[in-house]
């Protein structure tokens, strides 16, 4: 079964002014689209790993054909972040972590503040396309780090909580080069209660 475009929880313009609506739908219905549409040409002769959830396939890239080991990286990571993604923010402007989450950013980093000082700076000085993230590893440990291009930290063996995609083409209608501002803006838009899910989740 082919892979599908999700739909948004929430219209276009509903992130404005933080994220602009002729961002988010470029960025949805373009960039996201052609993602799943090359995952799914790549897995074309390979039913049964189409049948897969793509995090499966993302966990496991070294199993795969070594003819579609790549694009499974490249397009399955850009499927699966983009659509962690779009989940994980909201228009409600719910600025607070859940208590549960919010003690083991504490934990971890010293204190709310310092994790969004450490996670901005993660994603300010990222050369070149990629994201940000905010994951569980191996340890149930939460990291912040970066990574390229689509890669995911499922193939990493680590859970994503919140990934933060700074491509240009998420920002630049809006920011141009000024990734400094997105990344500021960003933090209005979280979805804390679904990334507190994620947490719950594994924890």
Not at 83 to 92: A, D, I
Not at 127 to 142: E, K
Request: hydrophobic share 35%.
């Amino acid at each position: 079964m082919a892979y599908t475009l999700p739909k948004l929880p929430y219209p276009y313009n509903a992130l404005e002014p933080h994220l602009d609506a002729a961002t988010m739908d470029i960025h949805h219905t373009k960039h996201h689209q052609t993602y799943v549409d090359k995952l799914n040409a790549a897995l074309e002769k390979y039913p049964e790993l189409q049948a897969q959830a793509v995090e499966s396939l993302l966990k496991n890239l070294d199993t795969l054909p070594e003819a579609i080991r790549t694009p499974v990286r490249n397009h399955g990571g850009g499927h699966t972040n983009h659509t962690l993604f779009w989940t994980s923010l909201t228009p409600t402007q719910d600025l607070t972590p859940t208590s549960d989450l919010l003690q083991a950013l504490h934990t971890a980093f010293g204190s709310f503040d310092q994790f969004k000082q450490q996670f901005s700076d993660a994603a300010a000085t990222h050369f070149g396309s990629g994201w940000a993230w905010l994951a569980l590893d191996a340890s149930q440990t939460l990291k912040i780090y970066s990574l390229p291009n689509q890669d995911s930290p499922l193939s990493q063996g680590h859970q994503p909580l919140f990934g933060l995609d700074v491509w240009e083409h998420a920002y630049y209608l809006k920011y141009q080069n000024r990734r400094p501002d997105y990344i500021a803006a960003i933090w209005h838009c979280l979805n804390w209660p679904e990334i507190g899910k994620r947490f719950q989740a594994k924890v």
